[in-house]
Structures are given as C-alpha cells and as structure tokens.
C-alpha cells in the first residue's frame, strides 16, 4: 500500500500537486480499514501529526500488521484442532436392540441387491 502511495504522490508531483508531509500521514491513516481503527487512534494520540515523518508512520504500522496476521494465522490453527475432535455420545434403550436388528436386516437386504445388480 506504501509503495502504490508513493507512486501515486509522485505522479501528482508532477503535475504539479503536492502534499504537506502532515497531509500524507493523515490521507495514509484515514484509507486504512475499520479493523485498524484502534491502531490510528493511538498513532494519533501518542503521536504529533503535523511532524510526523511518512518513514515513522509505515514502522508501527507494518508491525501491526504483522500481529494481526501472527494473530489470524493462531486463530486458525486453534480451529483446525477444533474441528478434529468429534465426541459421540450413545445411549441404550431396551427398544435399541429391535432397531440394531432392523437396521442390520435392511443393509443386509440393501446389501444383497448391490451385489445382484453387480
């Protein structure tokens, strides 16, 4: 994004248009998504905008980047683990031993038909 930014302000510096250092930091902090919000807001709190080098911007904000990318890539690793446990609870009734027996003589039956058509 920074390298697309910087191309962008040079081919405007051609023409003729420039930009305020301050004014680049502040276009770079307001295009960033929602999830970063919580970042921007501490950048502009802790930091003085109107000094603020571009340089300095893209340190913090590429560390960031690289937390929730670390972050993301646990989260989905937690759930792949998740998804391979499978727990099975079973129960027995008196009537389970009748509807074992059906359900063994229906794939019997199903069973024997396969191997008639084959």
């Known amino acids: ?3 697309r930014f910087t191309n962008i ?9 420039t930009y305020s250092n301050s004014e680049m930091v502040r276009k770079i902090l307001r295009c960033l998504p929602r999830t970063w919000m919580p970042k921007v807001t501490a950048i502009e ?3 003085n905008l109107n000094v603020l080098a571009l340089e ?7 560390t960031h980047e690289l937390s929730m990318q ?4 646990d989260e989905e690793k937690e759930k792949k683990k998740k998804k391979k446990i499978v ?6 009734t008196e009537d389970s031993e009748d509807d074992d027996d059906e359900e063994l ?3 019997t039956q199903r069973f ?3 191997l008639a058509s084959k």
Do not use: R, T, V, Y
């Open 1 to 3: 994004m920074f390298s």
């Open 105 to 107: 003589a229906f794939i």
């Open 112 to 114: 024997k038909k396969f």
């Open 45 to 47: 709190e802790a930091k």
């Open 56 to 62: 300095d911007l893209l340190g913090p904000l590429m």
């Open 9 to 17: 302000i040079n081919a405007l510096q051609a023409l003729d248009k």
């Open 70 to 73: 670390k972050k993301d890539d």
């Open 87 to 92: 727990a099975l609870k079973s129960s027995q």
